[in-house]
């Protein structure tokens, strides 16, 4: 059975820093891509960082410069270093697996940015 499971997520102040943690078993990590989404109160979900089987990254471009996406294959871990965080940042960050037709969501960690 493939399990994701983020952690780290919290509460935060404005320009503070947090970093999110994707736990994955029951799949062949270093096969997938490793992605990570957010979905803020009454917004769709949406696309924050991507790193491939090879260790290229992408970002949106709010995130540019504040996020990085890393992975430890050998600990079957995908990370999410967020800096300078602001209000809009506030979401539920969700970590996504994917390869060919192959697709794996994990719960989701509740991440909240506020003085």
């Known amino acids: 059975q493939v399990q994701l499971v983020e952690s780290g997520g919290g509460v935060v102040q404005p320009g503070g820093s947090l970093r999110l943690s994707c736990a994955a078993s029951g799949l062949t990590f270093s096969r997938y891509a490793m992605y990570w989404y957010r979905q803020a109160p009454g917004k769709e979900r949406e696309l924050v960082a991507v790193i491939t089987t090879g260790g290229s990254t992408n970002y949106a471009d709010s995130m540019k410069g504040r996020f990085t996406i890393s992975r430890d294959n050998a600990k079957n871990t995908a990370y999410l270093q967020m800096n300078l965080l602001k209000p809009e940042d506030t979401a539920v960050y969700y970590c996504?697996?994917?390869?060919?037709?192959?697709?794996?969501w994990g719960q989701g960690t509740q991440v909240t940015v506020s003085s």
């Open positions: 996504h697996a994917r390869v060919a037709s192959l697709n794996f």
